[in-house]
Every structure is written in C-alpha cells, then in structure tokens.
C-alpha cells in the first residue's frame, strides 16, 4: 500500500510564505514525477508545479517567480516553497506523485494525498 502525507499548509496573509511538504511511503518501487495540483472553491483542479526524477520542473503561469519545487529523492518527498502568496493562491493543495511499486515494478500508477488548505487573507 502507498501512502502521500502532506504537511505544512495554513492561514498566512497576502505576501507571505509557506512551505509544502509530502512524503511517499509504503511498498514503493520507484517514483517518477512528483507534483502539486490545487483546487479552489467552485473551480476545477488545476496544475500547480510538477518536477521530474531528474529534477526538471514545469510551473502554471500564475505561479512562477513565486513558488518553487523540489524533492528529496532519498526520501520519496516532494516540497513547494510559497513565496509572495496571494488571495487567489487560496485552495485545498493536492500532492501526487507517479510511482511502481513492489509488487508491480513495471507498471507506473497516480497517487494522490488527502489535501491541505492554503489560505491567503488578511
């Protein structure tokens, strides 16, 4: 069984900073592609910042310049450094990540965490 735990979201005001953290875990083979997604209220889910095993990275538009990714293959985590944040950075913050596993190394599959709530208000 694989496991995405995500930490660190919170209420911060307009201009400030977070740090996203999530760990993979479980009978993992080898992890791909890690990434963030976020999904406002009443909007549908949309790319954030993703980051390859070789640790390229691609960003949306609204975020570049602001927020930045990177990972710790050793530890199967994936991080997203938020800087500048404001109120329309405010969503629930999906991980994911694209990963085999042990009992199937040969086929990759998408994994996702629970969510964690960024708010940007003042």
């Known amino acids: 069984q694989v496991r995405l735990v995500e930490s660190g979201g919170g209420l911060v005001q307009p201009g400030g900073s977070l740090r996203l953290s999530c760990a993979a875990s479980?009978?993992?083979?080898?992890?791909?592609?890690m990434g963030w997604y976020r999904q406002a209220p009443g909007k549908q889910r949309e790319l954030v910042a993703t980051i390859t095993g070789a640790g390229n990275t691609n960003y949306a538009v609204s975020v570049k310049g602001r927020f930045t990714i990177s990972r710790d293959n050793a530890k199967n985590t994936v991080y997203l450094q938020m800087d500048s944040l404001k109120p329309e950075d405010t969503a629930v913050y999906y991980c994911?990540?694209?990963?085999?596993?042990?009992?199937?190394?040969?086929?990759?599959?998408?994994?996702w965490g629970q969510g964690t709530q960024v708010t940007a208000s003042s």
């Open positions: 479980g009978n993992i083979f080898k992890v791909y592609h």
């Open positions: 994911y990540a694209v990963l085999t596993t042990v009992q199937a190394p040969g086929v990759p599959g998408n994994y």
